[in-house]
């Protein structure tokens, strides 16, 4: 298993969630809930730069049957920005997330809050679900998880 903090970012159209691991990759916590919009690729980087990450994890929203879903595209075009934005050395892969929100909304219920009154933090522990999933899956297998997105360089 590789060491190093890694971020979790679960993508959708008004908000974004994030997640952060342990320094050893073993458990994901929330970070914060960003607005979608200006500064979001900066506010999330800016995360990464000051916890020292070593790669963001981006969940990929496939359909059951994984396939590419409505919102898969924008997740692969954000996962390009932040690639693209990044510093030298900080991995961007894209992740498996099915079920991450569902997820969520269920822990949320289950821990007595409501999905209307917790709409930003079903967004944090979606990330924390994308993200420690990859984290399981890295430890079980012994390699990266998902696919690395390549900055385009120009």
Avoid: C, K, N, Y
Avoid at 49 to 72: F, K, Q
Avoid at 126 to 142: C, P, S, T, Y
């Amino acid at each position: 298993m590789r060491t190093g903090v890694r971020l979790g970012v679960d993508v959708g159209r008004a908000r974004i969630g994030v997640a952060r691991s342990d320094a050893h990759g073993l458990l994901a916590l929330p970070v914060e809930t960003v607005r979608r919009g200006d500064g979001d690729v900066a506010a999330i980087l800016t995360h990464a730069a000051e916890l020292e990450a070593v790669e963001i994890v981006v969940g990929l929203p496939l359909s059951l049957r994984g396939v590419d879903t409505a919102s898969t595209g924008d997740a692969r075009a954000f996962a390009a920005r932040l690639a693209d934005a990044s510093a030298p050395g900080v991995a961007v892969r894209l992740v498996d997330e099915r079920l991450s929100t569902v997820s969520a909304q269920q822990a949320l219920r289950g821990a007595g809050r409501t999905t209307r009154g917790s709409r930003g933090i079903v967004d944090q522990v979606a990330a924390v679900i994308i993200l420690q999933h990859a984290l399981d899956a890295e430890r079980a297998g012994g390699s990266p998880p998902g696919t690395a997105v390549v900055p385009d360089g120009g």
